[in-house]
C-alpha cells in the first residue's frame, strides 16, 4: 500500500512540473535595472528621424513688429475727385465721340447740345444789354437833376427801379448763359448760337457715357460720369470694438483680388459714429502709384497697429499644447546602447505680437531662452513625436 502511495505522489509532481514552467514563462520580462526615463518636456530623436521631421535650429531675435487688423472694403475717390455731367437746361445731343474708359482733361467737351432756348437767353441778354446804355444814362441824368431840384423825387425813383430791374435782369441772363457754357463776355450779335459745347469739369477717365447723337436729355439726366484715379482712397469697414486700435496716420498693407502684389496706404480719416450694423468706417490715402487698381475694386487690407521691439522666433515655432505655447531648443547629443540620440526640451512661452511670419514670445520661467538653439522648421513634428510616444520618439 505504501508503494502505490508513493507511485501516485510521485505522478502528482510530474503533471505539475509542466504547469508551473509554462506560468514562469508567460511572465514578462523585467527591465533593465538601468532604462532611461525621459522627463515629460524631453523628446529624443534619431538622427534618421530628425531628417524625416525636417527639425532646423535658429536662434531668436530682436524684430520690430506690430499688431495687424485685418479689414475688407473698397477702393473709392473723395467727393471732389468724381463728378457727374448733366446739362442744366436739357436739348438734343448733336455730337460726341467718346465711350467708357477714355481719358478727358478738365475743360475738354463731351458733347454738343442744341436747344433753341439757348438763342433766347443770349438775344435777351444782348437786348438787355443795349437797354442798359440808355437807361444807366438816364438814371444819372435823372439824379443829378433831382440834386438841382429840376425833377420831382418821384420820377427820379421811377427812373431808379427801372434802372435796377435792369441790371438784375443783366446780371440773372448772365448767370444762365454762364450755366449753359457760354461765357458772355464774348457774346455779340454775330455769334449767337442755338448749340453749346458741354465741357468737363474735372480731369479723370469716364466711367459711364449715357448719350447718343440726336438723343434728347433732361435736366435731371446723367449724361457722363468722370472719376480721378490720381488720388484714391481706401473705404473699409471695421467692427466697433476695433475702433480704439485704429488712428490717423497709421500704415496700411492691401490686395486687391487674388492678387499678391501688396499696395500701401495711409489712414487720413476715421469714422465719428457708427454704422446700425455695428460697424464703422475708415478711409486711408492710397500712397503708392497702382495702375491696376481701379475704384469699385474690393480690397483685404492689413492695418498696422503701433510697432515694438521684442524677442521673436518664426511663428511656426511656437506651438500649442493643453492650452500652453512652446518652443523646442536643443538638449543635447547622447548614446544608447551605442546609438546616437538628441535630446529636445520643451520650453513653455508666452505668445506676444504677430507679423511678417514671426512671432514675439517671452519665456514664462528662468529660462534663458536667448542663448539657446530654437527649433525653428519642425516644431510641430516634434511635437507630435511627443503627444504620440513610440512613434518618432524613442
Do not use: W
Amino acid at each position: 500500500m505504501k508503494q502505490v502511495s508513493r507511485i501516485l505522489s510521485i505522478f502528482i509532481i510530474c503533471l505539475a512540473l509542466p504547469f508551473t514552467a509554462c506560468k514562469e514563462k508567460s511572465k514578462p520580462a523585467a527591465e533593465p535595472a538601468n532604462a532611461e526615463v525621459l522627463p515629460d518636456d524631453i523628446v529624443e530623436l534619431r538622427a534618421d528621424q530628425i531628417k524625416l521631421a525636417k527639425v532646423e535650429l535658429g536662434t531668436t531675435e530682436m524684430r520690430s513688429l506690430g499688431n495687424v487688423l485685418k479689414a475688407s472694403g473698397v477702393v473709392t475717390v473723395a467727393p471732389q475727385n468724381e463728378a457727374t455731367v448733366c446739362m442744366p437746361l436739357g436739348g438734343f445731343i448733336k455730337s460726341t465721340s467718346l465711350y467708357p474708359g477714355n481719358t478727358v482733361n478738365k475743360g475738354q467737351t463731351l458733347a454738343v447740345i442744341e436747344n433753341q432756348d439757348f438763342v433766347d437767353i443770349q438775344q435777351n441778354y444782348l437786348e438787355a444789354k443795349n437797354k442798359m446804355v440808355f437807361a444807366e444814362g438816364e438814371y444819372k441824368r435823372h439824379t443829378s437833376l433831382f440834386k438841382d431840384e429840376v425833377y420831382s423825387e418821384m420820377n427820379v425813383q421811377q427812373v431808379t427801379v427801372e434802372y435796377k430791374n435792369l441790371k438784375a435782369l443783366i446780371k440773372s441772363l448772365e448767370q444762365k448763359l454762364v450755366l449753359i457754357g457760354i461765357n458772355p463776355a464774348h457774346l455779340t450779335e454775330e455769334n449767337i448760337s442755338n448749340s453749346v459745347n458741354l465741357v468737363s469739369p474735372i480731369k479723370g477717365f469716364l466711367k459711364s457715357v449715357n448719350v447718343n447723337i440726336g438723343k434728347y436729355v433732361s435736366p435731371t439726366d446723367v449724361l457722363f460720369e468722370i472719376v480721378n484715379s490720381d488720388n484714391m482712397l481706401l473705404e473699409l469697414s471695421l467692427f466697433e470694438k476695433d475702433a480704439d486700435k485704429v488712428a490717423l496716420g497709421q500704415n496700411i498693407k492691401f490686395t486687391i483680388n487674388n492678387e499678391t502684389e501688396e499696395h500701401d496706404a495711409v489712414i487720413s480719416q476715421t469714422a465719428k459714429s457708427v454704422n446700425n450694423d455695428r460697424t464703422f468706417r475708415v478711409y486711408a490715402t492710397v500712397h503708392t502709384s497702382c495702375k491696376n487698381v481701379l475704384p469699385g475694386m474690393y480690397v483685404n487690407a492689413l492695418i498696422q497697429e503701433s510697432v515694438v521691439e521684442v524677442m521673436a522666433v518664426p511663428s511656426e515655432a511656437v506651438v500649442s499644447f493643453d492650452d500652453k505655447d512652446y518652443v523646442f531648443v536643443y538638449q543635447r547629443e547622447k548614446q544608447e546602447d551605442g546609438k546616437p540620440f538628441t535630446e529636445y526640451k520643451m520650453v513653455e512661452v508666452k505668445k506676444g505680437i504677430t507679423g511678417d511670419g514671426f512671432t514675439g514670445i517671452e519665456v514664462t520661467g528662468d529660462f534663458n531662452i536667448s542663448a539657446a538653439k530654437i527649433v525653428v522648421k519642425g516644431a510641430y513634428n516634434l511635437l507630435s513625436a511627443k503627444k504620440n510616444a513610440g512613434e518618432m520618439a524613442c
